[in-house]
Nanobody, 124 residues
Framework: QVQLVESGGGLVQAGDSLRLSCAAS????????MGWFRQAPGKAREFVGG????????PYADSVKGRFTISRDNAKSTVYLQMNSLRPEDTAVYYC?????????????????WGLGTQVTVSS
């Protein structure tokens, strides 16, 4: 069975950094584009950023450009979300997802597999 397991969330202060990890198993990791999404209470799920299969195309939401960086290590079947200069509005549950498409899509429906999420809370 396919599993995506996020880790690295926690409680931090504004301006701090966190690195989230998503470890994949049960699939050929290099055959999937990977995406990160987040959802805050009372809000819709939001695309944060993603990587193509090769890692060469990296779209980001405008709200995180310049602060967040996505990378992948195919040898470890792991995708990372480095979050710098965190703000209270970044508080959300963060999810990783895998898509069979070549490029990372902004649409949740294009992702076949999802992790259960990890909580990120940023205090002011």
């Amino acid at each position: 069975q396919v599993q995506l397991v996020e880790s690295g969330g926690g409680l931090v202060q504004a301006g701090d950094s966190l690195r989230l990890s998503c470890a994949a198993s049960g699939l050929t990791f290099s055959a999937y584009a990977m995406g990160w999404f987040r959802q805050a209470p009372g809000k819709a799920r939001e695309f944060v950023g993603g990587l193509s299969r090769s890692g060469g195309v990296t779209p980001y939401a405008d709200s995180v450009k310049g602060r967040f960086t996505i990378s992948r290590d195919n040898a470890k079947s792991t995708v990372y979300l480095q979050m710098n200069s965190l703000r209270p509005e970044d508080t959300a549950v963060y999810y990783c997802a895998a898509s069979p498409k070549l490029l990372a899509s902004v649409a949740s429906r294009d992702y076949n597999y999802w992790g259960l999420g990890t909580q990120v809370t940023v205090s002011s």
